[in-house]
């Protein structure tokens, strides 16, 4: 199919990686389009790397839609985006795009002597030339000019669509909600990435674009942030495309989900009712299709039963009792060989058209005796990174929920309790050799060529080796389901962070553990896979200590004891 691409509206405005093509609201170039805008795709398919990212994916996102795009790291969720937002090309399919169209990418590089001011105009640069084409046009009005009727209606309808009269306003609101560097005159080099991009969001959401397509927009952000963030988007008057693992930011802003994960016919599968709709429309559909699996599976079971029972009486059923006449087994012997090469037929003719399902995670059997003492740290501390002096117990069963803001030392206390980072001050004491299973923010520098399987048995050698295994018995890498076949069977350097984020959990599972210390637990991992964790963290006889962000997570967790940190504010000014 031959890709269709309809310019300049495919390019996205204000983007500072690209050059937009510069409007002239005279001359008909593109425009808000208001109720009329919207971006549809059929039959996309983007090979990258010589891999299928996405196949057969149509989707039609209008002026009024909240679609949240879902699934697995590695589905083609932000391939997908890109696609809409004209980013991409696709190597089949049709795209089309009427109205202006808004990316929020994940990142964004600082290039040289770009400002803060940069992306301010950047954003504003439509409302702009709108304002200056409105003047131009009651300039040839007043002066009487021929067609100066149809130019000044055509420059006051752009920027009324626009409402370009407060655009600068609209955007040193974002500056403040995001609580990003408002200074126009300070490079884009000297801020953080977490401040560069509240910047690029805010300037998005300042600027009236008809279409929003937005790549994890609550990452650097904080509470007061994603609350801000979140009102802004329920408020966009226009369509919008979301891509986050943040089930909150789903909850609240999605009504619609394309789920990318795989399916019954390998097709994305499109749910209303918002996030409740999403859940409960992917729990029917996967329990029909394990129904669909199970039922032929079983029918080739039943054919390939009856292939053996035709082949028994070929051998030896069809005999007649001893001393009876040769001439019976003659004439019987033709209808028992027709039966079973029917049967066989049957069977050859069977196709098990229904993939396998991909299976929930199955949290492996853990033996940790209630009350039985694992840990003691008392007034642990460390220089430059945990100020506050913490002392706390864990025992068999407990659980730990470490808040605070960023700069508060919580993956720094995560490290100590794990014994992978020394204290400054302070005392910690492990207890009873209690297995203790770490699984850090970041994945480990793994050799990039060595396929999943081969690193977890690697690991688990290790294991056997040090003594640490339970019982000394190794636990499978495919006894969580955390990662299919096709996984397993990958170089680490070619896997999702999904991917590799669901290997690291395995490889900490594979202890067996009885003390297990998680540090932002969610990161790259889906909606539905963070539900089945979630619901293992709660039941778990192990002690399970977890700081996070997620605010899902963290009302899940809330009965959880807690403790907080404070940051650090003595050296500030």
């Not at 977490?194 to 929003?212: E, I, N, P, S, T």
């Not at 790549?215 to 495309?241: I, K, Q, Y």
Request: charged share 25%; hydrophobic share 40%; net charge neutral.
């Amino acid at each position: 199919m031959k890709n269709l691409e309809k310019s300049p509206s495919s390019v996205p405005a204000a983007e500072p990686d690209f050059t937009p093509v510069e409007p002239d609201f005279t001359r008909g170039d593109p425009l808000p389009a208001g109720r009329r805008a919207h971006v549809r795709a059929d039959g996309v398919r983007v090979v990258l790397g010589g891999r299928v990212i996405l196949s057969d994916v149509s989707v039609t996102v209008s002026a009024g839609a909240r679609l949240a795009l879902v699934g697995e790291n590695g589905r083609g969720k932000t391939t997908l985006l890109h696609v809409l937002a004209g980013l991409i090309t696709p190597d089949q399919g049709v795209v089309e795009r009427t109205g202006t169209i808004g990316v929020a990418r994940q990142n964004l590089e600082a290039r040289n002597g770009e400002t803060v001011g940069t992306l301010v105009l950047g954003a504003m640069r439509e409302s702009d030339r709108a304002l200056r084409a409105l003047d131009q046009a009651t300039t040839a009005l007043a002066e009487g000019r021929p067609g100066a009727d149809d130019a000044y209606a055509a420059a006051l309808d752009a920027a009324t669509r626009l409402d370009a009269w407060d655009a600068q306003r609209r955007i040193d609101v974002a500056l403040a909600g995001l609580d990003a560097c408002a200074d126009r005159e300070r490079p884009l080099a000297t801020l953080s990435v977490g401040q560069r991009y509240r910047v690029r969001l805010a300037c998005l959401l300042g600027a009236r674009f008809d279409l929003l397509l937005l790549d994890e927009p609550t990452n650097h952000l904080d509470a007061a942030s994603l609350a801000f963030l979140t009102a802004r988007l329920r408020e966009h008057p226009g369509g919008m495309v979301l891509v986050t693992h943040d089930r909150a930011l789903l909850k609240d802003v999605a009504t619609e989900f394309l789920d990318l994960d795989p399916s019954a016919d390998g097709l994305p599968r499109r749910y209303a009712g918002g996030y409740a709709g999403w859940q409960e429309g992917r729990r029917r559909d996967y329990e029909s299709w394990v129904r669909d699996h199970e039922a032929q599976q079983a029918e080739h079971q039943r054919l390939a039963d009856a292939v053996s029972e035709a082949q028994g009486r070929l051998s030896t059923g069809w005999r007649p009792d001893k001393g009876t006449g040769k001439h019976q087994r003659q004439s019987r012997a033709p209808g028992v060989v027709q039966a079973l090469r029917r049967r066989q037929e049957e069977l050859e003719a069977h196709r098990i058209t229904v993939p396998e399902p991909p299976q929930p995670l199955r949290w492996p059997p853990l033996e940790t005796r209630t009350g039985a003492p694992i840990l003691r740290c008392h007034d642990v501390t460390v220089t430059g990174r945990l100020h506050q002096p913490v002392t706390t117990a864990l025992n068999g069963g407990d659980r730990l929920l470490v808040t605070g803001p960023n700069g508060s030392g919580k993956s720094t206390l995560l490290s100590v309790l794990a014994g992978e980072l020394t204290p400054s001050t302070g005392e910690l004491r492990h207890l009873s050799r209690a297995r203790i299973a770490y699984l850090g923010q970041e994945v480990p520098d793994w050799p990039a060529a060595m396929l999943a399987h081969d690193l977890y048995e690697q690991h688990v050698g290790r294991l056997h080796s040090a003594g640490k295994l339970h019982g000394g018995t190794a636990l499978p890498l495919t006894a969580t389901n955390l990662l299919d076949r096709e996984a397993r069977r990958t170089p680490v350097g070619r896997m999702s962070q999904g991917q590799q984020r669901r290997l690291n959990l395995a490889l900490r599972l594979a202890e067996r553990p009885d003390l297990l210390i998680l540090d932002e637990p969610t990161n790259h991992l889906s909606a539905a896979l963070v539900d089945d964790l979630t619901a293992a963290l709660l039941t778990t006889p192990a002690a399970v200590v977890v700081a996070t962000h997620d605010r899902q997570l963290l009302h899940d967790l809330a009965a959880w004891p807690a403790l907080p940190l404070t940051a650090d504010t003595r050296d500030l000014p």
